[in-house]
T-cell receptor, first 114, second 112 residues
């Protein structure tokens, strides 16, 4: 199957700082990538849909100025959590879509904000 | 919008027995139904998927069935093994580039 990587796998930061998470499709090009967050023992919650070369589409209730998404190439999308606070601590997961519509997920990034 | 219900939330099965997880969806326009397995601290892994033009699909010990009329689909795992222990998510989607709607997950425990 298609391989999606995320970097970093985990990050700890101080409250008020910004954190950037990278999502890469390693062996295919993805015009569409998705960003999710997942709280412990819960399902995945879609945050935004990222399309290469255009602005991301955010789900209702997700602050676009706080969660900045950039999809500058067909193999890379980034999520920047700006001015992070403890309530932003979560497991962030990206997925990349292949032409058939199947989504492959990255391994996730665990963010802890102190 | 689409709503996906998944049952049960927790399932314990003796090693070697079969496990069945069931999902229902609400949007009749949904035509793609993937199943993901998530181990602790990892991202979801696609294990099998089915499209609406097919009623059943099998891959070794894993099979998925789809009933479009009733709007429900199921995951069947036979001859369960300890490594099958994980959280399983069903999902539904309408078309390419469209978002996937996930069920709430089923925590599967394989008992020795």
């Amino acid at each position: 199957g298609a391989v999606v990587s995320q970097h970093p796998s985990w990050v700890i930061c101080k409250s008020g700082t910004s954190v950037k998470i990278e999502c890469r499709s390693l062996d295919f090009q993805a015009t569409t990538m998705f960003w999710y967050r997942q709280f412990p023992k819960q399902s995945l919650m879609l945050m935004a849909t990222s399309n290469e070369g255009s602005k991301a589409t955010y789900e209702q209730g997700v602050e676009k100025d706080k969660f900045l998404i950039n999809h500058a190439s067909l193999t890379l999308s980034t999520l920047t959590v700006t001015s992070a606070h403890p309530e932003d601590s979560s497991f962030y997961i990206c997925s990349a879509e292949i032409p058939s519509g199947t989504q492959y997920f990255g391994p996730g990034t665990r963010l802890t904000v102190l | 919008g689409e709503n996906v219900e998944q049952h049960p939330s927790t399932l314990s099965v003796q090693e070697g027995d079969s496990a069945v997880i069931k999902c229902t969806y609400s949007d009749s326009a949904s035509n793609y139904f993937p199943w993901y397995k998530q181990e602790l601290g990892k991202g979801p892994q696609l294990i099998i998927d089915i499209r609406s033009n097919v009623g059943e699909k099998k891959d070794q010990r894993i099979a998925v069935t789809l009933n479009k009329t009733a709007k429900h689909f199921s995951l069947h795992i036979t001859e369960t093994q300890p490594e099958d222990s994980a959280v399983y998510f069903c999902a539904a989607s309408r078309q390419r580039d469209d978002k996937i709607i996930f069920g709430k997950g089923t925590r599967l425990h394989i008992l020795p």
